[in-house]
């Protein structure tokens, strides 16, 4: 049987990725003591792979497909040229759905406030190319050095100042830095390589990987409405209703009464249902969703 080979995030994406996969309908197991998930579809095999080397290993044709973040694409195609196919722009993180950031920060007392006050310095990162890039790109001559790790802590003995990875700033702010600019804003991203994109079959079956996940991120936050209304109510229900695209309205086998289906905000239930009571609503369910494909 021919499978797909996918490979999966390791480290701060793993544990979000595998919950997405869940929420597509995939169910992922992870080993700690293996590289290989076992996964409910015969057709997939997966790997555990390193988000720094995903798209080394998605270009070197090493796995059809996988999932690592717009920043190490970027990384890796500014080292060595090698191109990837997006096939899918998935905004999920470890913590949380948004975009993820690698941003120039600084110590709270030192003197640099802009990128142009770090002329001649020395920036750590581990996004060493993208950083270096950056700097070219504004006419900033600095030295960019690699960093194994614990980034936050090396300005301003080790460093003048840093490019890190950071959703909400917290743990910047926990170290004293100030952050002067971004540099670069990060979505994960299912990649393939162009080789398996060749082969109808896996080019198919990685489209449909796609559509599943981003069904999956278009549900999240948001759930089913169904009620019951009078037909004399309906207009004043239908007000109080914001939708995906319109409410479906279906006749009940009382002609007086209609069936409303809609999908909202799940933040927007509670001060809803109250309301679409008071409208004469009956019978109001609401319901968990785990896809929507548009």
Not at 150 to 155: Q, W
Not at 198 to 223: F, H, P, S, Y
Request: glycine share 6%; with cysteine; proline share 5%.
């Amino acid at each position: 049987m021919a499978k797909l080979r996918l490979g999966i995030p390791k480290g701060s994406l793993q544990d979000a990725t595998v919950q997405l996969f869940a929420r597509a309908g995939f169910n992922i197991d992870v080993n700690p003591r293996s590289y290989f998930p076992a996964i409910d579809d015969p057709e997939i095999a997966c790997t555990l792979i390193r988000a720094q080397e995903m798209a080394r290993y998605v270009a070197d044709d090493a796995v059809d497909a996988g999932l690592t973040g717009q920043d190490w694409i970027a990384e890796h195609h500014a080292a060595t040229g090698d191109a990837v196919v997006p096939i899918a722009d998935l905004i999920y993180s470890k913590q949380s759905f948004r975009k993820l950031r690698w941003v120039l920060a600084a110590p709270e007392e030192s003197p640099y406030r802009t990128p142009h006050d770090l002329e001649g310095g020395t920036v750590a990162t581990e996004l060493v190319r993208v950083t270096e890039a950056y700097f070219r790109r504004i006419g900033v001559r600095v030295n960019v050095e690699f960093s194994w790790g614990a980034t936050e802590v090396k300005p301003p003995l080790l460093a003048d100042a840093i490019v890190e990875a950071t959703e909400t700033g917290t743990t910047l702010r926990a170290n004293r830095l100030r952050i002067i600019d971004t540099v670069i804003e990060s979505n994960p991203q299912l990649i393939a390589s162009e080789m398996a994109l060749k082969d109808a079959w896996r080019r198919t079956k990685i489209e449909n990987v796609a559509l599943l996940l981003r069904a999956a991120i278009e549900a999240q936050g948001r759930v089913g409405l169904m009620l019951n209304v009078r037909r004399t109510d309906l207009d004043g229900v239908l007000a109080l209703l914001p939708a995906l695209q319109k409410p479906t309205v279906a006749p009940l086998s009382d002609a007086d009464w209609v069936a409303v289906s809609t999908i909202i905000e799940e933040a927007a239930v509670r001060e809803l249902i109250p309301k679409l009571k008071a409208a004469g609503g009956q019978g109001i369910v609401e319901y968990p969703l785990n896809k929507i494909v548009i």
